[in-house]
């Protein structure tokens, strides 16, 4: 009998006790979508729902020994990288992925906390420029990190333009940070714009949706998805995540990623009462 698993996606990021981002929104999410996750953490953050207090990087031997003991023992599927808190981790990390170009990587480019608290130890715009982009299969900046990667850009679809240039194959540049009454997603790939997806804007702020969306688009691209398709459902599932968001402290909302089977109880509870 042939047992079917789920995909591995190996992820880099920072533990955030609240549960709210980095490495369990990545774990929720994925486990959410079908996916496992095999979680590499890259730093300890001190924080809460209204931001980052302290942090501390992993070394960056580390990060390595982590990462290259799930890649000797587990087929993995697609990367994610998040939180990386340093420029030795994000050198280490690219070096590492440089030895599977065959796997998807995903690239979330960490730099501040969505209250604007750093996330690394020092600038890491140019080494992830350099290093981590041209490995990129897709990357999803908002639209400040899309600025501050591209800052000769004038707009951001000359951004978009410079990223690819810089080699990754897709680009999905969001705006929730744009004054638009919709939030405006787009993606960008072969030179060109692909594809534009218009969100209903919800009234609130939330801790963790960067890293839902990127580590959503991980699954579906470790599910084998057409990219328009991958990016298009990755957006779904953080909408609706969001949607449903939880205020478990005093500041921002966390995306429920587990949503549907919330739902699912609510409908099931529903049947009882009526008797079914």
Not at 129 to 135: K, N, T
Request: charged share 20%.
């Amino acid at each position: 009998m042939t047992t079917s698993h789920p995909p591995v996606v190996l992820v880099f990021g920072g533990n955030d006790a609240t549960g709210g981002a980095g490495l369990q929104a990545d774990i929720l999410t994925l486990a959410s979508l079908g996916c496992h996750a095999a979680p590499v953490i890259t730093a300890i953050t001190v924080q809460d729902t209204i931001g980052v207090k302290q942090f501390t990087s992993t070394e960056s031997g580390l990060v390595i020994a982590q990462a290259r003991a799930v890649l000797e023992d587990m087929p993995v599927a697609a990367f994610k990288t998040g939180m990386l808190g340093s420029i030795a981790n994000l050198t280490a990390i690219a070096g590492i992925v440089e030895d599977y170009p065959e796997i998807p990587l995903i690239v979330d480019p960490v730099m501040a906390s969505g209250q604007g608290d750093a996330l690394a130890e020092e600038p890491i715009e140019d080494a992830l420029r350099a290093l981590l982009l041209p490995q990129a299969t897709l990357i999803t900046p908002n639209s400040l990190e899309a600025r501050r990667l591209a800052p000769d850009a004038d707009t951001l679809d000359a951004c978009a333009q410079q990223l690819l240039s810089d080699g990754c194959q897709f680009v999905l540049i969001t705006g929730t940070h744009e004054n638009t009454p919709q939030v405006i997603n787009r993606l960008y790939g072969n030179r060109r714009l692909l594809d534009t997806f218009a969100w209903d804007r919800l009234p609130d702020s939330y801790h963790g949706s960067g890293c839902t969306l990127a580590s959503a688009c991980a699954a579906t691209f470790a599910h084998g998805f057409d990219p328009v398709d991958a990016v298009a459902e990755a957006q779904d599932f953080t909408w609706n995540a969001i949607k449903h968001g939880l205020r478990l402290g005093m500041g921002q909302y966390i995306p429920d990623r587990l949503y549907w089977a919330r739902s699912e109880e609510e409908e099931d509870g529903a049947h009882d009462d009526d008797g079914a």
